[in-house]
Structures are given as C-alpha cells and as structure tokens.
C-alpha cells in the first residue's frame, strides 16, 4: 500500500476532531480550508513523518523488485511466450526504426495508417511462420497447464488466493440474488393475488349493481303495467257506463205524466 501523504495525514486527524461537529460532506471542504491557510511550521507535523512513509515505502519496493518477484507475480517465467501476430510484428519493427520511445502514440496510429496500406504481399513477409508459431505456442501452452506449474505459480504469487475469494464473493451475490429474486416474485405473487381479490370484488358488487338494477327495473315495468291494467279497467268502466247512460229527459216526462 502507498504511503500516505502530508496531506491525507492531516485530514485523518481533521476527521477524528471534527466527526461530531460537521457533517461528513462538509468535512472535505472545511478540512481544504483549514489545510490551505496553515505555515510551513504547521504542515511540517505532517509532512515528516509522511517522509518517514516514504522513504521505507521506497525501500520495500526497492527489494520487492530486485528480488524478482514483482516480475514473477506479473507473468510466470516458465509460461510459453505467446508469438507476436503479423500486424505486431510490423509494428516491432516501426517502433524500432522511429527510435523515440517518448512518441509512441504517433508512432503506434502512424504504424496503423502504414498497415492498412500495405498489399497482401507486403503483410505476406510478417505473416511467415505465423501459423505455425500459433500452433505450437498453443501445444506448449497446453502442456504448460497440464504439468500444474500454472497452479503453483498462481498459488505461490496469491492468484489462487484471488480467485477463491472472487469466487466466494460471486457466490454470496448469486445467494444475494437469488433472495432478492424470491423475494420480489413473492411480493408480485402477493400482489396478483390482491389484484385478483380486488377484481374478484369489484366483479361481484358489480353483479350486485346490475342485479339491484335489474329488480328496480322489473319493479318499475310492474308497477307500468299494474297502472296500465288498472288504466285499461277504468277506461272499459267509463266506456261501459257510456254505453248504457241513463236517460236524465225521459225521466222527466215520466213524472210529469204522473
């Protein structure tokens, strides 16, 4: 792990003095503030000993290098080189001819220009071997897997230690997961089944309605028809009576006579 700096050590102790009184989105820009407005007398606190760090920081990785591990961890000495494909060979060769490592992104985009305007025969020159190299790191990687020398070398230098823990951490997220997943079809199973019981409901006052509705209707058609009946009575009643009147004027005469 680097060291840390002047500064970073400032705002560990800036933290732990101002953790109740601000909060901790202001802590940074106040932290800034304070940092930017001391003396060299003040910052010196911090800066000695992050020299201090510095310095066996240094050391350490000064015998990490020189002891060939720092090499070894990056890719395993006994591992088959892989053959440089037809376009990196040309591009090798480009670089080595420019000269100036400083320019390599003008090197490497005027290389890519070059290639592309090459003819096949021309690309024919970096593709010799290319097939055959290909075959044979493939065999000799192979080989290089089955011996288990790729294992150890990934145990020795702690990829195998990444790997497991990867794998653990990609299992708890699948498990993770997993109940989430549960979780969130049990709550849209909870609320089919509400939706179905409030549609079901819903269904049912409506049949209610329409039954009520249906029975205030066949009431009120009943009603029409009992005034219609009664109606159609009292009109033959009328017509009836108007069909045998009683003869006021003739009556008269009758008790005149008398």
């Known amino acids: 792990m680097r060291p840390a700096s002047p500064w970073i050590l400032f705002l560990q102790d ?119 190299a290909k075959e044979k790191y493939a065999a000799e990687l192979q080989a290089y897997k089955d011996s288990g020398k790729e294992a150890k070398w990934e145990k020795r230098v702690g990829i195998t230690a990444l790997k497991e823990k990867m794998q653990v951490r990609i299992a708890s997220k699948a498990r993770t997961q997993k109940a989430k997943d549960a979780n969130k079809a049990k709550l849209q199973k909870a609320k089919a089944v509400e939706k179905a019981k409030k549609a079901k409901e819903t269904e049912k006052a409506k049949k209610a309605k329409e039954a009520e509705k249906a029975k205030a209707k066949k009431a009120k058609e009943a009603n029409k028809a009992k005034k219609a009946k009664e109606a159609e009575k009292a009109k033959k009643a009328k017509e009836t009576e108007k069909a045998n009147p009683v003869s006021a004027p003739l009556a008269g005469q009758e008790s005149q006579r008398d």
């Open 14 to 132: 800036f933290r732990a003095d101002q953790s109740t009184k601000l909060k901790a989105k202001e802590v940074l820009s106040e932290a800034s503030k304070k940092w930017r407005g001391m003396q060299a007398g003040e910052k010196a606190k911090y800066e000695e000993p992050a020299q201090a760090l510095k310095a066996k920081y240094s050391e350490a990785m000064k015998s990490y290098k020189e002891s060939g591990k720092q090499d070894a961890w990056k890719r395993d000495p006994e591992r088959p080189k892989k053959p440089l494909t037809p376009f990196f060979k040309f591009m090798e060769e480009q670089r080595a001819a420019a000269g100036n490592p400083k320019e390599v992104v003008e090197i490497t985009k005027s290389a890519g220009l070059k290639w592309k305007s090459l003819s096949e025969s021309e690309k024919s020159r970096y593709a010799a071997g290319w097939a055959e």
